[in-house]
C-alpha cells in the first residue's frame, strides 16, 4: 500500500452499548461518527462487540459473517453496515463485532478504508474466562498486522493487552501504531491504564485503546479510553462517561524515540529467545 504523510487525526468512540440491540447501537454510533467526520478524522475506532456487548448466548442469532466491501452479503448483514459507516463518511473505521464463520463464532475486529474495501480482520486470540468467552466463541489464529497510509498498525482485542508476547511480535514486524478495542470492565482500572502505558512504552509505539462505558450483567465498564505516545505519555484521555477523543498523532515520533534508546538493537533474542 502507497504510503503519504504519518500524521493522521484518530478518533476513539467511547459509547454505551445497549445489551442484543445492534441497530440501536448501529444508530448510536451513526451519531458518533458523523461529528468524528466532521472533525477531520481518518482512522475511527468502536470499541469491543460494541454492537451487541457481551450478549454472546445469542450469537447465533446476532453474529453476521464477514463482508468484504460495502455490497457484501445481505441488507441486514452487521459487517457489511459498518463497511458502508467507514465508506459513507470517508474514514477508515474498526470495531469489534461477533462474526459467525464454518459454524463457529468469533470476536471479530474488522477494519474498513474509506472506499467500504476490508483493510485487515484480527480474530481475537485470547478469550476471557471470567466473561465466559471460551464457552461460546473461538479463538482467533494469526496476529494481524493492518498496512495503513500512514504506518503499520497491530491489532488486538481487550484482554489480548495482558499478552505482552503479541505487541512485541508486532513492533518486531514494524508496526508504529496499537489499535485496541475492548469492554475492559471495573474494578481493573488500573491495570487497563499501566498496561497501555506498558504496551507503549516497551515497543516505542503509539497505543490507542477505546474501551465502552455503560453496565451489562453487574459489569460496569468505565471508558478511560485512551491514546498514548511512544514516550508512555498520556495524549488524551476519557473519564467514565461517553465520549468522542479526537486526537493528531505523527507515527514519524516511533522512529525518532526508537533512536533515541534503541531498545530493538539492544535485544538478546540468542539469550531468550
Given at each position: ?18 445489551l442484543?440491540e ?18 477531520g ?19 447465533g442469532?446476532?453474529?453476521s ?7 457484501d ?5 452487521w459487517?457489511?453496515r459498518?463497511a ?28 474498513y478504508?474509506?472506499?467500504?474495501q ?13 466473561m ?38 508486532y ?5 508504529s ?6 469492554e475492559?470492565?471495573q ?21 490507542a ?19 498514548i ?17 479526537t ?9 525518532h ?17
Amino acid at each position: 500500500m502507497e504510503r503519504g504523510s504519518e500524521t493522521l487525526t484518530l478518533t476513539l468512540v467511547q459509547m454505551d452499548c445497549t445489551l442484543g440491540e445492534p441497530a440501536h447501537n448501529f444508530a448510536r454510533a451513526e451519531e458518533f461518527l458523523a461529528e468524528a467526520a466532521q472533525r477531520g478524522s481518518n482512522l475511527v475506532l468502536l470499541p469491543e462487540l460494541w454492537s451487541t456487548a457481551y450478549d454472546l448466548g445469542r450469537a447465533g442469532e446476532l453474529a453476521s459473517p464477514l463482508a468484504h466491501n460495502a455490497g457484501d452479503g445481505a441488507p441486514d448483514n452487521w459487517f457489511r453496515r459498518l463497511a458502508q459507516m467507514a465508506q459513507r463518511h470517508n474514514v477508515f473505521l474498526g470495531g469489534s463485532i461477533l462474526e459467525a464463520r464454518d459454524g463457529r463464532y468469533f470476536n471479530c475486529f474488522a477494519l474498513y478504508a474509506p472506499d467500504g474495501q476490508l483493510r485487515a480482520t484480527y480474530r481475537k486470540l485470547h478469550l476471557f474466562r471470567l466473561m465466559e468467552e471460551e464457552k461460546y466463541l473461538a479463538q482467533g489464529s494469526e496476529a494481524v498486522l493492518a498496512s495503513l497510509p500512514w504506518g503499520d498498525a497491530g491489532m488486538a482485542i481487550c484482554y489480548d493487552l495482558r499478552f505482552p508476547e503479541l505487541f512485541r511480535n508486532y513492533a518486531l514486524r514494524g508496526a508504529s501504531l496499537m489499535l485496541i478495542p475492548a469492554e475492559w470492565p471495573q474494578p481493573r482500572r488500573e491495570h487497563w491504564r499501566t498496561l497501555l502505558r506498558a504496551r507503549a512504552i516497551e515497543n516505542q509505539c503509539f497505543v490507542a485503546a477505546c474501551n465502552r462505558v455503560g453496565e451489562t450483567n453487574g459489569s460496569t465498564f468505565f471508558g478511560a479510553s485512551a491514546v498514548i505516545d511512544p514516550w508512555g505519555e498520556t495524549l488524551i484521555e476519557a473519564g467514565e462517561s461517553e465520549a468522542l477523543l479526537t486526537v493528531e498523532i505523527d507515527l514519524a515520533q516511533v522512529e525518532h524515540v526508537r533512536k533515541r534508546i534503541p531498545v530493538f538493537e539492544d535485544r538478546r533474542p540468542d539469550i531468550y529467545g
